[in-house]
């Protein structure tokens, strides 16, 4: 599984508060010092699958057994699942909680990913990477209250602020 480089840290922390698009590798290198900068976090309880492998998998026509077996790996081994979604040039994060099997999706324009997190969902089932995703289990659970961004270049801030969110608050949503 993919780890970024941490000598990045001060450029990202820059691009921070720059209100900058950010791109696939802001993003994953934010979310990856996110989890490694913590020291409480015990291994394995949190990793993020990269935006543009999610994609490949579940865009394409044809997806190679390797990459069926590393994304039933994440599902398996990983306590908390961060997901990055990149669609119509705005970000927003699905997240799998093992415990309960239970999906969150994160979307600081509301429901602007809602098709494309459930195409994603629909397809892992396909894909039969996650057994046992019924209908039931395939539904997201999206929190109206989440605070949305004003700007139009804003969604990689609150995309950190979601998993910041997950990782050390420990945010659950009501049912």
């Known amino acids: 599984m993919k780890r970024y480089d941490k000598r990045r840290t001060e450029e990202i922390r820059k691009q921070l508060f720059k209100g900058e698009r950010w791109n696939t590798d802001t993003v994953m290198n934010i979310l990856h010092l996110l989890i490694e900068k913590e020291p409480s976090l015990e291994r394995g309880l949190v990793d993020v699958v990269d935006s543009g492998f999610l994609s490949r998998v579940v865009d394409s026509d044809v997806v190679p057994q390797h990459s069926i077996e590393v994304m039933q ?78 700007g139009q270049d804003e969604c990689g801030t609150y995309l950190t602020m979601y998993a910041m969110s997950f990782i050390f608050i420990g945010l659950t949503f009501p049912s």
């Open 73 to 150: 790996k994440y599902l398996s081994e990983t306590k908390l699942l961060l997901l990055p979604v990149f669609s119509q040039e705005h970000w927003s994060l699905l997240v799998y909680l093992k415990k309960g099997k239970v999906w969150y999706h994160c979307d600081s324009m509301g429901q602007m990913h809602s098709e494309r997190v459930n195409f994603i969902l629909a397809r892992l089932h396909l894909l039969k990477i996650y057994d046992g995703l019924d209908q039931e289990q395939r539904r997201v659970s999206f929190h109206p209250l989440l605070k949305k961004q004003e």
